[in-house]
């Protein structure tokens, strides 16, 4: 201890003294603090960083600095999952005539049913692919149709769109915006829409951000759920999907579109 206090140059009284003194007020108040942190932390199973935990504790009545929440979930190493989403677009689908994207030409949505957004991922399973299509209403981000198959085909987007349809019974003049896939532009699709009176806009070649929306609610599944658990089957896939949409994303999950209410929030509170 003494070769030590010599090279930091501090007396041995000084560290002794340093040692026995009891914490501050403020960092007891930072452990306290990150205590709850934690525990939103952890209720969110690691999915929520300093934005959302922030805004989870005022929302619990608490009054803290988004910057002190942020310096505390770093000295933790607590951080949220993230995941990078890459889309290379097949030639096949650029050489499809285009419908009209109407997004472009429509204000935002200011209620429920009036513009939705479809779309299809890939989720690696062994050395297979289990695909996976939502449909989600652009005004409350909520997932109100999704279903899971081997195959990526017309049969696939059809189902989640009958479980949408099912679920929320919209009127005729609905949007349904998707991405220019022959899933979407095959003629069994195109019946349903036209027997529901539904408009199917369609983004431009190569534009991703066009459908923003899902492309984010993809990123957040794989970060969050996908990429952290391994699945036997595809039952025990959909069982997982089903629980982290149903319980977690529409009902629980803080949106910083949404003023950082979950989707179900967001629609109860309009």
């Not at 340093?18 to 205590?35: C, E, G, I, T, V």
């Not at 999952?81 to 997004?103: F, G, I, Q, S, T």
């Not at 089903?242 to 803080?254: A, D, E, H, S, V």
């Given at each position: 201890?003494?070769?030590?206090?010599?090279?930091?140059?501090?007396?041995?009284?000084?560290?002794?003294?340093?040692?026995?003194?009891?914490?501050?007020?403020?960092?007891?108040?930072?452990?306290?603090?990150?205590?709850?942190?934690?525990?939103?932390?952890?209720?969110?199973?690691?999915?929520?960083?300093?934005?959302?935990?922030?805004?989870?504790?005022?929302?619990?009545?608490?009054?803290?600095?988004?910057?002190?929440?942020?310096?505390?979930?770093?000295?933790?190493?607590?951080?949220?999952?993230?995941?990078?989403?890459?889309?290379?677009?097949?030639?096949?689908?650029?050489?499809?005539?285009?419908?009209?994207?109407?997004?472009?030409?429509?204000?935002?949505?200011?209620?429920?049913?009036?513009?939705?957004?479809?779309?299809?991922?890939?989720?690696?399973?062994?050395?297979?692919?289990?695909?996976?299509?939502?449909?989600?209403?652009?005004?409350?981000?909520?997932?109100?149709?999704?279903?899971?198959?081997?195959?990526?085909?017309?049969?696939?987007?059809?189902?989640?769109?009958?479980?949408?349809?099912?679920?929320?019974?919209?009127?005729?003049?609905?949007?349904?915006?998707?991405?220019?896939?022959?899933?979407?532009?095959?003629?069994?699709?195109?019946?349903?829409?036209?027997k529901y009176g539904i408009r199917h806009s369609m983004s431009r070649p190569g534009r991703c951000t066009d459908n923003a929306e899902v492309e984010s609610f993809f990123k957040s599944l794989k970060a969050e759920l996908i990429h952290q658990n391994h699945f036997a089957?595809?039952?025990?896939?959909?069982?997982?999907?089903?629980?982290?949409?149903?319980?977690?994303?529409?009902?629980?999950?803080?949106?910083?579109?949404?003023?950082?209410?979950?989707?179900?929030?967001?629609?109860?509170?309009?």
């Open positions: 201890m003494s070769a030590l206090c010599r090279h930091l140059e501090v007396s041995r009284s000084g560290y002794y003294d340093w040692r026995n003194r009891p914490l501050s007020q403020r960092a007891l108040h930072d452990a306290q603090l990150l205590k709850q942190i934690q525990r939103i932390y952890t209720a969110s199973q690691g999915r929520y960083g300093s934005p959302k935990v922030y805004q989870a504790l005022r929302q619990q009545g608490m009054r803290v600095s988004e910057k002190r929440v942020a310096r505390l979930m770093r000295q933790a190493e607590l951080k949220a999952r993230v995941e990078k989403v890459y889309r290379r677009m097949h030639k096949a689908r650029a050489a499809l005539k285009a419908l009209p994207n109407y997004r472009l030409m429509l204000d935002a949505p200011t209620g429920l049913n009036q513009q939705w957004s479809a779309d299809v991922t890939y989720i690696r399973h062994g050395r297979s692919f289990i695909y996976l299509a939502v449909i989600l209403d652009l005004w409350s981000r909520r997932i109100v149709g999704w279903a899971l198959s081997y195959q990526l085909n017309a049969d696939l987007a059809i189902a989640a769109l009958y479980v949408a349809l099912r679920q929320r019974k919209p009127k005729p003049g609905l949007v349904l915006h998707t991405d220019r896939g022959v899933e979407y532009r095959a003629h069994a699709m195109q019946r349903w829409l036209q089957n595809k039952a025990q896939l959909e069982a997982k999907v089903k629980q982290y949409i149903g319980t977690f994303y529409n009902r629980k999950r803080l949106h910083s579109s949404l003023n950082y209410l979950s989707p179900v929030q967001f629609e109860h509170a309009a």
